[in-house]
Structure formats: structure tokens, C-alpha cells
């Protein structure tokens, strides 16, 4: 029987709080809001978009497009 390798958790900085974020696949809690350590956190990253404090600086081009593919 081959042995599974275990997979190590991917650690990262929540983008809002700069909080140590650790990600599991198996802690649903934490999966659902990856790489936020929290929903609030993520809600208000979400709310940053919609008051345009993030934005994209340019207009998309043809190459842009050509990359997604």
C-alpha cells in the first residue's frame, strides 16, 4: 500500500489585518474565507472594491484577453 504524502498548510498574511493565516484543506471554516483570517476581514476587503479604493489602473487590452485563454 502506498502511503499518502501529507500536505503541509499553506501559511499566509490576512491582506486587511495582517493576521498569520493557516490553511488547511480539511478546516472548513478557515477554506472558506482563505486568505482572510475572517469574514469580517473579507467583507471588508470586498467593501474597499466597491468604494473604488482598489482599482485597476488601466484599461484592459488584447493582450490581456489573450492571456486568460
Known sequence: MIERAKKRPVRAKCPTCGKRV?????????????????????LADLDKWFEEEYRIERP??????????
Do not use: M
Open 22 to 42: 493557516e490553511y488547511r484543506p480539511d478546516d472548513a471554516d478557515v477554506a472558506a474565507v482563505f486568505p482572510f483570517c475572517s469574514t469580517r476581514c473579507r
Open 60 to 69: 484592459a487590452t488584447e493582450a490581456d484577453h489573450e492571456q486568460e485563454d
